[in-house]
């Protein structure tokens, strides 16, 4: 029902002469001015090539990455090289300021008074070798068995997207673009050498040593450079 009067709203303000108020042209808009004829104008013609739209751009591509997501999600070492890789790179490093304005806070022997503002930072949290062992090391398999409850645990300890009432927004699409972007890297280097890290040092272009908003590694990093080599006939 929208749909129809939507076209029928921006048939009527054609018919006047008139463009919409927030200016904002629609694909209706640009087909009634178009240079057509009167025939290719119809009601039912508008109907029909916006269903088309909006099926084509919407419903069919959903369902597509509906069915890459879940066989993405079922790729047990995507998923723990993903959680690996987020607790190494960080994404942000800055403190978030958090204050109790109605209780004292309390954490063991220390009292925190209403009003306080306290820095909490998950950069310190998740290098610290006593939350998780040899924290430098990417090691993948920390996560694995992904579903045991020691794991489930170490899962819960991976804030980098917050927590609780201030969660990240966009951490649905975050996992999502870090899946796509791991399984497409990883899928067009096949059938090519292996690619070759080029003068990189750990502590220089990969370690998070500067806490900005993001978390920046050395000033003096070239950043991560890779050589990749041709792909190889088969």
Not at 7 to 13: F, L, P, Q
Not at 108 to 135: H, M, R
Request: hydrophobic letters at 40%; proline letters at 6%; aromatic letters at 6%.
């Amino acid at each position: 029902m929208k749909l129809k009067q939507n076209i029928a709203d921006a048939a009527d303000r054609h018919g006047r002469g008139e463009k919409p108020s927030d200016g904002a042209v629609t694909i209706s808009d640009s087909m009634l001015d178009a240079y057509v004829p009167v025939s290719e104008k119809s009601f039912l013609r508008f109907i029909s090539e916006a269903q088309a739209l909006a099926g084509a751009g919407t419903v069919t591509t959903a369902n597509t990455l509906d069915t890459t997501f879940y066989h993405l999600k079922t790729l047990p070492y995507l998923i723990v090289v993903v959680h690996e890789d987020l607790r190494l790179g960080k994404g942000v490093s800055h403190r978030f300021a958090r204050v109790s304005l109605d209780v004292p806070s309390q954490r063991d022997d220390i009292t925190i008074p209403c009003g306080v503002l306290v820095g909490i930072s998950f950069v310190d949290f998740l290098d610290n070798p006593d939350v998780v062992p040899d924290p430098d090391t990417f090691d993948p398999e920390r996560w694995i068995p992904f579903d045991a409850p020691h794991v489930h645990q170490r899962r819960k300890s991976l804030v980098v997207f917050g927590g609780e009432t201030r969660v990240s927004l966009g951490i649905n699409l975050a996992w999502a673009e870090l899946y796509l972007a791991v399984a497409v890297v990883m899928r067009r280097l096949g059938g090519r050498p292996r690619p070759r890290l080029h003068e990189v040092v750990f502590e220089r272009d990969v370690k998070v040593t500067v806490a900005g908003l993001n978390a920046l590694t050395s000033r003096e990093s070239k950043g991560l450079r890779v050589i990749i080599g041709p792909k190889t006939e088969a």
